[in-house]
């Protein structure tokens, strides 16, 4: 995989339209796409992603193949709002330091509810779901995006769209403090993390959190290449960026491909700040996991587009993601074309 792009299917649009938009992307240079098929919105996860993802999946592979497009099935990880979940598995959801659950008090938003990465229910049940996924041929592999804690921090930008000021790490923010954390971590340090004083410069506190996504991202992974697939994740900007704010500390996750949300919009930054998230990604990287630097095309005229595609692939991108929903225009394809179409 080069270069790719999120890939949101319309249920019930015609394959012609589909097809369309294959060819669109091939023409462009893109080789890749991540297709959502399980957003943690819908009940998809009730006891499976098949129903809204093989109908999907189906179509689209034969197509896809055809136009030489290789597809990843792209599932929201962590965050959940399945009914059934929900009503029956009530503790597998995270917990603030304030003591709530985010099933019943979800921070920011109504449907900011997240899944304990410590459980080993929840990591059995996204297992079962990447492996279900990983059954579909020709996919190319499976993409976990929302695969992190709930932000403790939000990115800088975004903190005034919630009248929030977070200069430290406030307790209703901070997660995830259930009995199954409290108990592993006690385990492991003979220390609760509810008696800490300072919890977020307990470096061990910290790295038990981070700690816990990886090996949920190394299970998944597992299960992906048993069947012969990849496995890529969305992750947050940086890897400083990332571990701050998420407890992401993805440039030492065991996955074949990440792709970082560059969007330096959300930070505050201009389009030039995008190369130096790049470099720092690429320097702290595992050997062999391959960076597609993630670009909101929406926040990107069609000349910083190009630009941002050419400085992203000198500061050792091996390609680029875009986030494009609805906002590809006429003159963003070619400026698409310009930079990542390979000559024939
Ligand atoms: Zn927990």
């Known amino acids: 995989m080069r270069n790719c792009i999120w890939m949101h299917p319309a249920p019930g649009e ?21 297709v959502l098929v399980a957003d943690g919105e819908r009940a998809l996860y009730d006891s499976s992603v098949l129903p809204v993802a093989a109908p999907v ?28 979940i929900l009503a029956e598995h009530g503790d597998w959801y995270s917990v603030s330091r304030r003591g709530d659950s985010s099933r019943d008090r979800p921070p ?27 059954r579909f041929e020709p996919l190319a592999g499976v993409h976990l995006d929302y695969i992190r804690h709930p932000d403790v921090i939000l990115p800088p930008a975004l903190q005034p769209r ?37 919890p977020a410069a307990e470096a061990d506190w910290v790295r038990f959190r981070c700690d816990g996504i990886r090996s949920l991202v190394a ?21 400083s960026l990332a571990r701050r704010y998420v407890r992401q500390q993805w440039e030492s996750w065991d996955v074949d491909a990440v792709l970082p949300m560059i969007y330096h919009q959300y930070y505050g930054q201009p389009p030039a700040w995008i190369p130096a998230a790049v470099r720092e990604g690429t320097e702290a990287l595992r050997p062999g996991v391959t960076l597609h630097a993630g670009l909101f095309v929406g926040r990107l005229a069609p000349q910083e587009l ?25 003159a963003h394809w070619p400026a698409v074309r310009s930079t990542c179409r390979q000559p024939d």
């Not at 920011?108 to 990983?134: G, K, M, N």
């Not at 209703?172 to 199954?180: G, K, N, T």
């Open 108 to 134: 920011y938003i109504d449907s900011y509810r997240w899944l304990c990465p410590t459980r080993p229910e929840v990591q059995a049940y996204l297992c079962a779901l990447v492996d279900e996924l990983s």
């Open 306 to 330: 190009t630009q941002a595609i050419e400085r992203s692939l000198s500061a050792g991108a091996t390609g680029v993601a875009l986030f494009a929903s609805g906002s590809m225009t006429a």
């Open 57 to 84: 999946l189906e179509q689209l592979l034969p197509l896809a193949q055809a136009e030489g497009v290789a597809l990843h099935a792209w599932i929201v990880a962590l965050q959940c709002n399945a009914a059934r």
């Open 219 to 239: 299970a998944a992974a597992d299960r992906a290449r048993s069947r012969g697939k990849k496995l890529s994740a969305a992750v947050f900007a940086t890897p």
């Open 14 to 34: 015609p394959p012609a339209a589909w097809q369309r938009q294959l060819a669109e992307m091939r023409a462009a240079g893109l080789d890749s796409a991540m």
């Open 162 to 198: 919630y009248g929030l000021v977070q200069d430290r790490e406030l307790p209703e923010y901070d997660f995830c403090y259930c009995s199954a954390c409290r108990a592993a971590f006690a385990a492991q340090t003979g220390r609760d993390p509810l008696t800490l004083d300072d």
